[in-house]
C-alpha cells in the first residue's frame, strides 16, 4: 500500500546535538512538508518541496534543515540552533491541490 | 492569504449526541476544504473533503460536512457520537491554484466523549 513512512516513532537528543527525521513517500507525490505541532497550537509549517531539488522556508524554518535529493525521501534536520525542538514533528505530502495532503505518522523528539 | 478559524478549542459531547465542530475560512474565491482527525501520537487522517461537487460531504466514521458560501464555512457534523470518535480535529483550506504551498490549518478543537 502507498503511504508516508516517518522513522523513528520516538527519537531523544541531548543538548547541542543535530538530528534528522525520516521521511519516505511512495505516492509519487511531487511535494512534501514538514510540520511540527505543541499541544494548542496546531500544526506549524516548517519547510516545503514542490520538486526534486528545491524546497522553501515555512513559518518556522530557523534552526531547522531539509533535502530534497529524491522524489521519495525528504529528510528534516533538527540542529544546535533549534532552542526549543521538544515536539511533535509530522511529514506529508500532495499532489494536486485537491486531493489534500497524505500524513506519516509523526516522530515524537524530546530533549533530554 | 487564506485563513481558518475553528470556534472551540475543546468540545465536550454525551455518548449519542450531536457532535457538532465549526469551521470557517477566508477567502473571495471557494477553495477546496478538508476535516481530518488525529489521534493521540498519530498522524492526521482524511475525514472527508469539499472540491466543489455537492455541497454536504459524507466521510469516514459518520461524519458529514456542509459547504455553506454564504457563511464562509464547512461545519464538521455526526449526529450521534462515540467513545471511539475522541480525537483532535482539524479543519483545513487549499487554494484551488497550484502553489505548491497553499494548504492552510485551522488551530484544532478536540473533542471529549462523555460516557
Known amino acids: 500500500d502507498g503511504g508516508i513512512t516517518q522513522s523513528p516513532k520516538y527519537l531523544f537528543r541531548k543538548e547541542g546535538q543535530n538530528v534528522t527525521l525520516s521521511c519516505e513517500q511512495n505516492?509519487?507525490?511531487?511535494?512534501m512538508y514538514w510540520y511540527r505541532q505543541d499541544p494548542g497550537q496546531g500544526l506549524r509549517l516548517i519547510y516545503y518541496?514542490?520538486?526534486?531539488?528545491?524546497?522553501q522556508k515555512g513559518d518556522i524554518a530557523e534552526g531547522y534543515s531539509v533535502s530534497r535529493e529524491k522524489k521519495e525521501s525528504f529528510p528534516l534536520t533538527v540542529t544546535s540552533a533549534q532552542k526549543n525542538p521538544t515536539a511533535f514533528y509530522l511529514c506529508?505530502?500532495?499532489?494536486?491541490?485537491?486531493?489534500?495532503?497524505?500524513f506519516g505518522s509523526g516522530t515524537r523528539l524530546t530533549v533530554v | 492569504a487564506q485563513s481558518v478559524t475553528q470556534l472551540g478549542s475543546h468540545v465536550s459531547v454525551s455518548e449519542g449526541a450531536l457532535v457538532l465542530l465549526r469551521c470557517n475560512y477566508s477567502?473571495?474565491?471557494?477553495?477546496?476544504l478538508f476535516w481530518y482527525v488525529q489521534y493521540p501520537n498519530q498522524g492526521l487522517q482524511l475525514l472527508l473533503k469539499y472540491t466543489s461537487a455537492a455541497t454536504l460531504v459524507k466521510g469516514i466514521n459518520g461524519f458529514e460536512a456542509e459547504f455553506k458560501k454564504s457563511e464562509t464555512s464547512f461545519h464538521l457534523t455526526k449526529p450521534s457520537a462515540h467513545m471511539s470518535d475522541a480525537a483532535e480535529y482539524f479543519c483545513?483550506?487549499?487554494?484551488?491554484?497550484?502553489?505548491?504551498?497553499?494548504?492552510?490549518f485551522g488551530t484544532g478543537t478536540s473533542l471529549t466523549v462523555i460516557p
Open positions: 506529508a505530502s500532495s499532489s494536486p491541490p485537491n486531493y489534500g495532503y497524505t
Open positions: 477567502s473571495s474565491v471557494p477553495p477546496y
Open positions: 483545513a483550506v487549499s487554494d484551488r491554484g497550484w502553489t505548491g504551498n497553499q494548504f492552510y
Open positions: 505516492l509519487n507525490h511531487d511535494a
Open positions: 518541496s514542490q520538486i526534486v531539488n528545491d524546497f
